[in-house]
């Protein structure tokens, strides 16, 4: 994602991203090489437990939600996972997005457990994102979206 001096807003969030994928022993070669816990618990190593968690969640939820931040500028709206996630997915620059507002078809809110989940379609495709005060984030969207027109 390209930074820009026009930002317009910025949240954390978590994008869904039906394709992404934690490597089977990425949690546990990033725990070694930070100088990771070694805790164990039943008998397991405590990553490789963490590692078949989100194995088990992306499972039944189609896909992951990955943490990061939306930065909308009056040109674009992006994600970008945050390091942990960049460290921990097989495929980080995946998890890159960036939509021109100019190719943005649809901004839907729709509730969630915790925080409230927008939906971007586009003529490229659509991000799926979650973050608080969702329904003043789709509107600032909306708004820097109706100001290219």
Known sequence: MTTSPDIVDSRLANAFFAEANVGGDMAASHS???????FMLLGRPLSRIISDQISLGRHRQGGLWVGGRSVLTS????????AANRALHVEPKELDVEIPLSNITKIEVRRGLITDIIDIGSDRGGLTMRCFKAKSFAAAIETARAALR
């Open 32 to 38: 070694s090489k930070t100088g990771g816990s070694g």
């Open 75 to 82: 040109s674009t709206l992006g994600f970008s996972p945050n």
